[in-house]
Each structure stands twice: as structure tokens, then as C-alpha cells.
T-cell receptor
Framework: GAVVSQHPSWVICKSGTSVKIECRSL??????MFWYRQFPKQSLMLMAT?????????EQGVEKDKFLINHASLTLSTLTVTSAHPEDSSFYIC????????????FGPGTRLLVL | SQQGEEDPQALSIQEGENATMNCSYK?????LQWYRQNSGRGLVHLIL?????REKHSGRLRVTLDTSKKSSSLLITASRAADTASYFC??????????FGAGTRLFVKA
């Protein structure tokens, strides 16, 4: 089946630094990828929709200048958390679906970010 | 809130009992999916039900969908301790966007 990978799987950084998280579709082309954030004991919240070759669409309340999304190719989307602060500590998950198939999304394993 | 609603928020049962979780949503959907997540881990896809389907089975799982009430339920029969996890419904709307429910934390006591 389709596989989505994320890198890194976990990262610890100091407050004020920027962190880049990669999301790759390993065996299929993904024109659209989605980024979610999950705080402890909570559900996944959709942050943004990443479109290959165009600007990402952000959900209400998500700062686009804080969470930079780049989808430069059909197999890679990146999320950069700029000037990270402890409140940005969370589990970040990406997902994608097969082109032309709106039924099933494939989720990455997630990236755990801890900002000290 | 962009989330769907789920109840109960938490459920504790004995091994062998059935567990039922409910999900409600607000907008029209293309399909609804149920996922499982063990603590601190990624999502595991359990089952997908399309908007024109009413019931679906997969092993010990039974999912129903009532689009008129905008609700779905997940039934796990003959639960096992290994079923202990959080369960989320996820609604896919037009444009392939998927919104998650708040989740139900299931604890199955051995």
C-alpha cells in the first residue's frame, strides 16, 4: 500500500530556533498533502492543506508566517516551525492521498517536537 | 470547532465486553473513517464507510453511518486488552479535506 514517511520522527530544540519537518510520499505522487497537529490527549487538528506548486491553504487560527509550508515536488512537503516556542511542542502528522482517489488518506508516522 | 463530536470521551470496560463509540458531524461528507491510535503513536486506519453506505463490518468491528442524523458509530465486539487505545472518527468532505472527531479513549481491563 501507499506509504508516507516523516522525518525526523522526533526533535528537541531550544526556544527561538526553527525546525523543519519533511513529509514524503514514498511510492506515489501527492498533489495535495495535509498537515495536522495533535496536543497530548487531544485529537488531530488540521493546520493546513499543502498544494504542489502553489501556496498552502491554512485553517483558521493557524499563523501562516509561523508555520511555513513548502510543497515543491509531488513527493515532498515540508513544514517549518519558525521561532519555535514551548507552546509549539506537539505531535505533527502529515497525510496524503492517491491522485484521483478521494477515499483513503495515508498518514505519516508523525513527528514529535519538544521545544525547551 | 472544526472537529466532529465523539462520545463517550472515555470508556472503560472488561475484556470480552462490547465497546460502542459514537461520532457526530456537521457538514456533508464523502466518507467517514475510523482510526485507532495507541498512546504516542501514529494512526492506524480501521475502516472506511462511504456516504451511500449504512453499515460495514471488518472482523470484530462494525461501523454504521446515518447521514440523515450526521452520525456514525463504531462497535468493537468481544474486546481485548490489546484494543486499549484512542479511537477517532474522521470525516472527509469535498476537496479531500479530512476533519477528525475529538476521540474516545478506550480502556479494556484484562
Amino acid at each position: 500500500g501507499a506509504v508516507v514517511s516523516q522525518h525526523p520522527s522526533w526533535v528537541i530544540c531550544k526556544s527561538g530556533t526553527s525546525v523543519k519537518i519533511e513529509c514524503r510520499s514514498l511510492d506515489f505522487q501527492a498533489t495535495t498533502m495535509f498537515w495536522y497537529r495533535q496536543f497530548p490527549k487531544q485529537s488531530l487538528m488540521l493546520m493546513a492543506t499543502s498544494n504542489e506548486g502553489s501556496k498552502a491553504t491554512y485553517e483558521q487560527g493557524v499563523e501562516k508566517d509561523k508555520f511555513l509550508i513548502n510543497h515543491a515536488s509531488l513527493t515532498l512537503s515540508t513544514l517549518t516551525v519558525t521561532s519555535a516556542h514551548p507552546e509549539d511542542s506537539s505531535f505533527y502528522i502529515c497525510s496524503s492521498g492517491l491522485a484521483g482517489n478521494q477515499e483513503t488518506q495515508y498518514f505519516g508516522p508523525g513527528t514529535r517536537l519538544l521545544v525547551l | 470547532s472544526q472537529q466532529g463530536e465523539e462520545d463517550p470521551q472515555a470508556l472503560s470496560i472488561q475484556e470480552g465486553e462490547n465497546a460502542t463509540m459514537n461520532c457526530s458531524y456537521k457538514t456533508s461528507i464523502n466518507n467517514l473513517q475510523w482510526y485507532r491510535q495507541n498512546s504516542g503513536r501514529g494512526l492506524v486506519h480501521l475502516i472506511l464507510i462511504r456516504s451511500n453506505e449504512r453499515e460495514k463490518h471488518s472482523g470484530r468491528l462494525r461501523v454504521t453511518l446515518d447521514t440523515s442524523k450526521k452520525s456514525s458509530s463504531l462497535l468493537i465486539t468481544a474486546s481485548r486488552a490489546a484494543d486499549t487505545a484512542s479511537y477517532f472518527c474522521a470525516m472527509t468532505t469535498g476537496g479531500f479535506k479530512t476533519i477528525f472527531g475529538a476521540g474516545t479513549r478506550l480502556f479494556v481491563k484484562a
